[in-house]
């Protein structure tokens, strides 16, 4: 992929308090390849994560606003106009536009519940160079108990419009961009969610749902929500040794 449009999911990087141990979980999981990257500060040190020989996500030592997490990062075509929409509409700025000179210039934000998310400008590398295949970000999803703001807000930040579908007792959100779906939204309803933050949920494609989660296991994950089947496919919601949240999605057995 050489072209990401603006608005779209472009890139999705771990924040996480152990590099060495996060790399130690994610390569044997996805099969990843993974090489040291330019420093960007403050963090000191940052690693890419290839797939096929192509970048699909990357990691960096650091806390975030929640502890170890998952970003996924937003295209934009000019990342300090997309830094004024999100105050405009209500969000917060955490880390201001930086550059990695002939890659990209990103910031790190939050919508009005206060889940975080990237901006992501290129400056060169668009992104990730592979979705939608085993061991890439396939799916972006926000979790949040703001759904009807939240709305408002992506809509005003990035041109999204709601794609509402009964889902059981809930009702489920495509966001789409110029007629294409981008993201999904997951309203918080009920004591189930416990008091878990509004957060932006990561889903990798992987070919056999059951035997990740399984070795995910082995590695030391705990696992969330076990292995279960939905429209788009089987998927899991595991949690690495550092603490992170992400989801794995797979096809459906027959």
């Not at 901006?119 to 060169?124: C, E, K, M, R």
């Amino acid at each position: 992929m050489t072209d990401i449009p603006a608005g779209a999911p472009a890139w999705v990087d771990l924040v996480t308090t152990d590099l060495p141990g996060a790399a130690g979980f994610y390569a044997p999981l996805f099969g990843w390849a993974v090489a040291e990257a330019d420093r960007q500060p403050p963090a000191d040190a940052h690693l890419v994560f290839h797939q096929q020989g192509r970048p699909v996500a990357g990691a960096g030592r650091g806390a975030g606003p929640h502890g170890p997490a998952w970003v996924p990062y937003l295209a934009a075509d000019d990342a300090e106009e997309t830094c004024r929409r999100v105050t405009a509409a209500g969000g917060r700025v955490l880390t201001e536009p930086v550059d990695v000179p002939g890659s990209r210039r990103t910031a790190l934000v939050a919508d009005p519940a206060g889940a975080p998310f990237g901006v992501w400008q290129s400056l060169g590398m668009p992104g990730a160079e592979v979705f939608d295949v085993p061991g890439s970000l396939t799916w972006a999803e926000l979790t949040t108990r703001e759904w009807d703001r939240a709305k408002e807000f992506y809509g005003s930040v990035f041109g999204w419009t709601a794609d509402d579908q009964p889902m059981g007792p809930i009702t489920y959100t495509t966001w789409q961009r110029e007629g294409r779906p981008v993201a999904g939204m997951m309203p918080m309803i009920g004591e189930d969610w416990g008091d878990l933050p509004s957060h932006w949920m990561v889903y990798f494609a992987v070919t056999d749902t059951d035997s990740v989660a399984a070795e995910a296991l082995r590695l030391g994950a705990t696992l969330a929500v076990q292995p279960t089947d939905l429209a788009r496919g089987r998927f899991a919601v595991l949690t690495d040794p550092q603490g992170a949240f992400f989801s794995i999605l797979g096809t459906t057995p027959p």
